[in-house]
């Protein structure tokens, strides 16, 4: 394991605290904290009163994790730096499955759920050093500790022994744990955002009277914008700005303000920032640059700011950031050249210049937000915890993201998945290419890549995703203003048509239809158009046709059952002007359960237009994938048995112990695959041909014979002899391929698929199913979806895309077992999830029958995982 260093945590009142191993220089700080318990809480902790001397706490430091693990919870002392208010331990015990685990909280620091999350952090821990479950022994008194045991979620049972209770349970992250875990961080995020959003009094650092200096621009933005709170600037001369009385340091405001923005230079930004944290300030927002967007020194600062605010228990937006915006409150804390026009939008972006173009288009589409976060270099709030506040406010109808990265790529699907259910999540990804997929060795590594894993995030978790800017603000533009439609069937209303003849195609294109109209609805249109009207879909109700004409005939194609949606297009016309259409299309619409999307092509757009049928097709669309999403069953986390995770751990931990980056031999394929269930063809290792020809014949007849070399493409090198007949046959081919071989049964028929597995360095695992052979890159069409994989999620890999066309009989060929298949593809999943050390896993083919399948080829590649990259734990 990669040495571990801190952890960051958020607690249940919003307040956070940050963790790490304690060192041999932590002795006299844990001393502390026991000489600083009240008698009951020590006796409660160790059963007794130990003396408090340092043989107490020598065995806590510097664990070794393999026999014994330890974290602290440290915050800011006045003057001897930090403290450490909260200790978890666990001790192997003499079952290397199971551990003892026990901690410590300061006494006015408890209730706060401290040890809940030192639970938490400290099991996945253990379990990553193969411990199963954990122990605990407690005394029936000790009600706080009991109640952790019980709220965590893990499944614990409970037996008394000699006056205490002893409680065991399994530390595996299932579905239910994590869903617990979520429950928590969702209530503890929204409580640490709360001064973000709902502020009722802001100081600006750096609010100079100086014309056009960020600070000062922002501060008039925050008064003029009408901010229901109090508004302090901080300036070194204490000089009034925008009429407002200032100050000339955060300790001469009259009182602790909930929110501090900061506009200072970057290298006073930390001593700046903890100051205001040492008054008790428990949001800040960094508009300063000069941060990790430099480089290593960058980096350094930023990290150096983030620690400071986590041992104050704070929160961070920024650094690098524009500000932030809320319109509950009136707020327009950024340096935006115009306030954000109030309404149901609540925007994130990544990008500063992109908010401010958005902000322009928004403008000019009578879109309106509920709040805007640039997050700017996203040292602690991120796009993840934007989700949690907007999921439960009020004011939010619909999110809007910008990302240029991810932070936690998992955990955002749990949040999006969840939230997407109640609101539209609607983003755009930049800086999404297959550069990490070129020097990949394997069928499944090199079909993957960070696009796959993006799709494949946004798939499962419901987010609609944009491509280009313009679509971004037409799909806000539909989804923050008309209702979604039932299904994907798209009536076009037009006097040119040319143009309904390409908005056909552009629906097309989106995955909509055309359906031929009902009789009754066709009659209806012949009864008020022209005679040389077309009634046909899309409908050309001529050039001449007026905006009475629009109002007449729109409600007669809303009426039509087999229409979810209409697009309503005009082309200006001789004595028909476009006001008067939009009014019209606007007055027929009012009330319908079925979007209208007018495309009205004049010169200056009109309120609630698109631009050219193209675009009213592309939004439609993605309206239309949400709708469906959302008639999907939500899906359950699959349960797949006969699973032994601590053999498949030992295969891999064995094979890392010889190097850092390996193939695994085909022996520890096996054993690897067999641990976790996965049906493999029957086959014999042979040093060389005549050991070939006795498995040979130990087999049955016909066989394959196979280069053992590990991670070998066999087919391409010529590794690989199919269908061999006899002894002769096999020994030549054991000849001619050298080296040691394998030897397995030929098994006749089937349909030939690709499963695999890769671990990608930012999303984690991510689960391949589609065409197989040797066709597989050719052909491509392999499927992806990220870990831990639902029913839902298992099914669609399985029977979706060109694979499910095989998969269920192409051509009256016999097709596969698709039970067997999703069970396998679950199976790859939960390996992924378990062993992050294996990179690449790749089954090339299977063989689907139609009672099951088997992996005739299988190759495994283990490395050593990176650390992670940020101590954010939430």
């Known amino acids: 394991m990669a040495e571990l260093h801190a952890l960051d945590v958020i607690l249940k009142d919003g307040s956070t605290l940050r963790l790490r191993p304690p060192c041999a220089d932590d002795g006299d700080r844990l001393l502390a904290l026991f000489?600083?318990?009240?008698?009951?809480?020590?006796?409660?902790?160790?059963?007794?009163?130990?003396?408090?001397?340092?043989?107490?706490?020598?065995?806590?430091?510097?664990?070794?994790?393999?026999?014994?693990?330890?974290?602290?919870?440290?915050?800011?002392?006045?003057?001897?730096?930090?403290?450490?208010?909260?200790?978890?331990?666990?001790?192997?015990?003499?079952?290397?499955?199971?551990?003892?685990?026990?901690?410590?909280?300061?006494?006015?620091?408890?209730?706060?759920?401290?040890?809940?999350?030192?639970?938490?952090?400290?099991?996945?821990?253990?379990?990553?050093?193969?411990?199963?479950?954990?122990?605990?022994?407690?005394?029936?008194?000790?009600?706080?500790?009991?109640?952790?045991?019980?709220?965590?979620?893990?499944?614990?049972?409970?037996?008394?022994?000699?006056?205490?209770?002893?409680?065991?349970?399994?530390?595996?992250?299932?579905?239910?744990?994590?869903?617990?875990?979520?429950?928590?961080?969702?209530?503890?995020?929204?409580?640490?955002?709360?001064?973000?959003?709902?502020?009722?009094?802001?100081?600006?650092?750096?609010?100079?009277?100086?014309?056009?200096?960020?600070?000062?621009?922002?501060?008039?933005?925050?008064?003029?914008?009408?901010?229901?709170?109090?508004?302090?600037?901080?300036?070194?001369?204490?000089?009034?700005?925008?009429?407002?009385?200032?100050?000339?340091?955060?300790?001469?405001v009259p009182e602790r303000v909930d929110l501090v923005v900061v506009c200072?230079?970057?290298?006073?930004?930390?001593?700046?920032?903890?100051?205001?944290?040492?008054?008790?300030?428990?949001?800040?927002?960094?508009?300063?640059?000069?941060?990790?967007?430099?480089?290593?020194?960058?980096?350094?600062?930023?990290?150096?700011?983030?620690?400071?605010?986590?041992?104050?228990?704070?929160?961070?937006?920024?650094?690098?950031?524009?500000?932030?915006?809320?319109?509950?409150?009136?707020?327009?804390?950024?340096?935006?050249?115009?306030?954000?026009?109030?309404?149901?939008?609540?925007?994130?972006?990544?990008?500063?210049?992109?908010?401010?173009?958005?902000?322009?288009?928004?403008?000019?589409?009578?879109?309106?937000?509920?709040?805007?976060?640039?997050?700017g270099n996203k040292a602690d709030v991120s796009s993840n915890d934007l989700l949690e506040w907007w999921e439960d406010d009020s004011d939010t109808g619909l999110v809007l993201l910008y990302l240029e990265s991810f932070g936690n790529p998992r955990r955002f699907g749990r949040i999006a998945r969840r939230v997407a259910r109640t609101k539209p999540i609607l983003a755009m990804k930049s800086g999404v290419t297959r550069a990490g997929s070129r020097a990949a060795s394997s069928h499944t590594a090199a079909l993957a890549g960070s696009e796959a894993a993006v799709a494949a995030l946004f798939r499962q978790a419901g987010v609609i995703r944009s491509g280009t800017f313009e679509e971004l603000v037409d799909v806000a533009a539909l989804l923050s203003t008309q209702p979604l439609p039932r299904g994907p069937g798209v009536a076009v209303l037009t006097n040119a048509g040319g143009l309904g003849i390409l908005c056909a195609d552009a629906c097309d294109a989106a995955g909509l239809e055309l359906p031929a109209l009902a009789e009754e609805t066709r009659s209806a249109l012949a009864a008020v158009l022209p005679p040389e009207a077309s009634t046909a879909n899309p409908v050309d109700m001529l050039g001449s046709a007026t905006a009475e004409l629009y109002q007449q005939s729109l409600p007669l194609l809303l009426a039509d059952p087999g229409v979810d949606a209409v697009v309503v297009i005009f082309v200006p016309a001789a004595r028909v002007r476009v006001e008067d259409v939009s009014a019209a299309v606007a007055r027929a619409a009012a009330g319908a359960a079925k979007p209208v999307l007018p495309v009205l092509m004049a010169a200056e757009s009109q309120p609630g237009s698109f631009a050219y049928p193209e675009s009213a097709a592309r939004a439609l669309g993605r309206a239309a994938d949400r709708s469906a999403w959302l008639r999907r069953p939500v899906g359950t986390e699959v349960a797949v048995e006969g699973i032994d995770r601590r053999a498949g751990g030992d295969v891999v931990a064995a094979a890392l112990a010889r190097a850092a980056d390996l193939w695994l031999e085909p022996g520890e394929v096996r054993l690897l695959l067999g641990a976790y269930g996965i049906r493999l063809v029957g086959e014999r290792s042979a040093p060389g041909p005549e050991e070939a020809v006795a498995a040979a014949e130990e087999l049955g007849f016909p066989v394959v014979v196979k280069t053992a070399e590990a991670g070998a493409h066999k087919t391409e090198t010529g590794g690989v002899a199919l269908d061999l007949g006899g002894p002769e046959?096999?020994?030549?081919?054991?000849?001619?391929?050298?080296?040691?071989?394998?030897?397995?049964?030929?098994?006749?028929?089937?349909?030939?698929?690709?499963?695999?597995?890769?671990?990608?360095?930012?999303?984690?695992?991510?689960?391949?199913?589609?065409?197989?052979?040797?066709?597989?890159?050719?052909i491509g069409e392999a499927r992806f979806r990220l870990a831990p994989l639902t029913d839902v999620d298992a099914r669609a890999l399985v029977e979706g895309g060109k694979a499910g066309r095989l998969v269920a009989g192409f051509r009256g060929r016999p097709g596969a077992d698709p039970a067997a298949l999703v069970d396998l593809v679950a199976r790859l999943s939960r390996l992924g999830e378990d062993l992050p050390e294996v990179a690449e896993l790749d089954l090339n083919p299977v063989l689907g029958l139609p009672d099951g399948y088997v992996a005739v080829d299988a190759r495994v590649r283990v490395s050593r995982p990176p650390p992670a990259a940020s101590p954010k734990t939430w």
């Open 35 to 252: 000489r600083g318990l009240s008698p009951e809480s020590v006796h409660l902790r160790f059963h007794g009163m130990p003396a408090l001397t340092p043989e107490l706490v020598g065995h806590m430091l510097d664990p070794d994790w393999a026999g014994r693990g330890a974290l602290i919870g440290t915050l800011a002392a006045d003057a001897e730096g930090e403290r450490v208010v909260a200790v978890a331990t666990y001790d192997r015990l003499r079952d290397p499955a199971a551990a003892e685990v026990a901690f410590a909280v300061a006494d006015e620091l408890q209730g706060r759920g401290i040890g809940t999350r030192l639970l938490e952090q400290l099991a996945a821990l253990a379990a990553a050093h193969g411990i199963e479950r954990f122990v605990a022994r407690v005394l029936p008194g000790n009600v706080a500790m009991l109640s952790v045991f019980a709220d965590a979620g893990f499944d614990v049972t409970r037996r008394f022994e000699e006056g205490s209770i002893e409680l065991e349970f399994p530390i595996a992250a299932g579905a239910a744990y994590r869903a617990r875990v979520d429950e928590r961080d969702h209530a503890a995020v929204v409580a640490s955002l709360h001064p973000f959003f709902r502020p009722e009094s802001v100081a600006v650092l750096g609010a100079s009277a100086r014309p056009g200096s960020i600070g000062g621009e922002l501060f008039r933005n925050i008064v003029e914008g009408g901010f229901r709170g109090r508004a302090y600037p901080v300036n070194r001369s204490g000089a009034e700005v925008a009429g407002v009385g200032g100050h000339a340091s955060l300790e001469d």
């Open 729 to 778: 046959e096999v020994r030549e081919a054991a000849e001619r391929i050298g080296g040691p071989v394998v030897v397995q049964t030929m098994v006749p028929g089937g349909v030939e698929l690709l499963a695999g597995l890769v671990q990608d360095p930012v999303f984690g695992p991510l689960v391949a199913f589609g065409p197989g052979g040797i066709l597989a890159e050719l």
């Open 264 to 375: 200072l230079p970057a290298e006073i930004v930390l001593e700046a920032a903890e100051a205001a944290l040492a008054l008790g300030v428990r949001a800040l927002c960094v508009i300063s640059a000069g941060f990790a967007e430099l480089g290593r020194e960058g980096a350094e600062r930023q990290d150096r700011l983030l620690a400071l605010v986590r041992t104050h228990g704070a929160r961070l937006v920024g650094p690098n950031c524009l500000g932030i915006a809320s319109s509950a409150v009136g707020l327009n804390a950024t340096f935006a050249p115009e306030a954000f026009p109030p309404g149901t939008i609540g925007f994130s972006s990544q990008s500063g210049a992109l908010g401010l173009a958005l902000l322009e288009q928004a403008r000019t589409r009578g879109l309106g937000f509920s709040a805007f976060v640039s997050v």
